[in-house]
């Protein structure tokens, strides 16, 4: 490591707080809200995701940022209908294909957000209300609804934590009910609520910036199982140039902290991808992953967890610069056998 690096990562560390942060129940709700009236703050991101739906459905997914990150494998500049700090893009549906939204908006023109961000409203399509820990999610494109409500726990698991970016997902029961071309079911169960908020040169500038200057981050991966009623794992791999920098699975059960793994001995493989590239919107060519295995240790290298999954759903474009979808998963965790349904997010912009 250079000079420069060295004092890089110095600073880095001495601003960053997701170790502290980590060992502490969810106490910040404030901080949930859209900026949009904060200058500073580039881009703000709400997602809400339900691995396990009742058939066709299979699993659920709202992923949206508003503003713009500046990040490689985030941006996509073609769905600006607005600058970047005042656009909102967002990637919403289930396994059925007549379920699928990717849409922009401006802020100004097509949405309705409370500074203190108790309304989220996208146009008519995506509404989120009310504070933490209860939200409502109101969802609605062509034949298909949903709209259920949200209790989120507080043991938060921070993705990161410094004054310049907060990441969080909090383990949500969630309840209420679905339908498509006329058909209605009541759903419950178990999801994630996440939200992020970032500084970035869309701080400074609010026009496209050159793909030359935006944060290179190029891969990434993250997926989330519901073990049981109390338990839920979150897996997750991201690159900078195609090195990992982030490797990590985490354990969290209803009324306890959440349990990290050792990064260095967390390991995600493709072991199968599908036959044909895929060619995205912007005209990319990517490859998806058919199955694929992650593995885990703590640091003592006892093994956590083993989990085989299996793609068994259409892999939807607009998460990111790249595709979201279901799985179906079998392994162990902690010792103990498990299988069910997983959800992925797959994003692959390192050519």
Not at 79 to 88: E, F, G, I, S
Not at 113 to 137: A, C, H, N, W
Not at 212 to 219: G, I, K, L, S
Not at 255 to 272: A, D, M, P
């Amino acid at each position: 490591m250079n000079i420069a690096k060295r004092a890089l990562y110095k600073i880095f560390m001495g601003i960053d707080s997701t170790k502290e942060e980590r060992l502490k129940r969810f106490g910040s709700p404030e901080i949930i809200r859209p900026n949009i009236d904060r200058r500073f703050f580039s881009c703000t991101h709400y997602g809400v995701m339900i691995p396990n739906l009742p058939e066709p459905f299979k699993y659920f997914s709202l992923m949206s940022f508003i503003g713009s990150s500046g990040i490689k494998m985030i941006d996509n500049d073609y769905m600006l209908v607005d600058t970047p700090r005042r656009n909102v893009t967002q990637v919403s549906g289930t396994a059925l294909p007549e379920t699928s939204n990717f849409a922009s908006y401006s802020v100004d023109r097509d949405c309705q957000m409370s500074p203190d961000g108790s309304l989220v409203k996208y146009g008519d399509d995506v509404t989120i209300s009310g504070q933490y820990p209860e939200f409502r999610l109101q969802m609605s494109h062509d034949n298909y609804h949903l709209d259920i409500t949200l209790t989120c726990h507080d043991n938060v698991t921070w993705f990161i934590h410094n004054p310049v970016y907060k990441h969080l997902s909090l383990m949500a029961d969630f309840k209420g009910h679905i339908s498509n071309k006329g058909v209605d079911k009541l759903i419950s169960g178990h999801g994630c609520f996440e939200y992020c908020n970032l500084i970035s040169l869309y701080s400074l500038f609010n026009k496209p910036i050159s793909h030359a200057y935006r944060f290179p981050y190029d891969f990434f991966t993250y997926q989330i199982i519901h073990i049981d009623e109390n338990t839920q794992l979150l897996l997750a791999l991201l690159m900078i140039k195609g090195k990992p920098v982030t490797r990590e699975a985490y354990i969290r059960r209803r009324g306890e902290l959440v349990k990290y793994s050792n990064q260095r001995k967390t390991h995600f493989k493709v072991t199968k991808f599908e036959d044909a590239d895929t060619i995205t919107p912007e005209g990319r060519h990517t490859r998806l992953p058919e199955t694929f295995t992650w593995t885990a240790s703590d640091e003592n290298g006892d093994s956590l967890l083993t989990i085989h999954g299996t793609v068994d759903t259409p892999m939807t474009y607009g998460l990111l610069r790249g595709h979201v979808g279901g799985y179906q998963y079998h392994g162990e965790l902690e010792g103990e056998a498990v299988s069910g349904r997983g959800y992925i997010e797959y994003v692959d912009c390192r050519a």
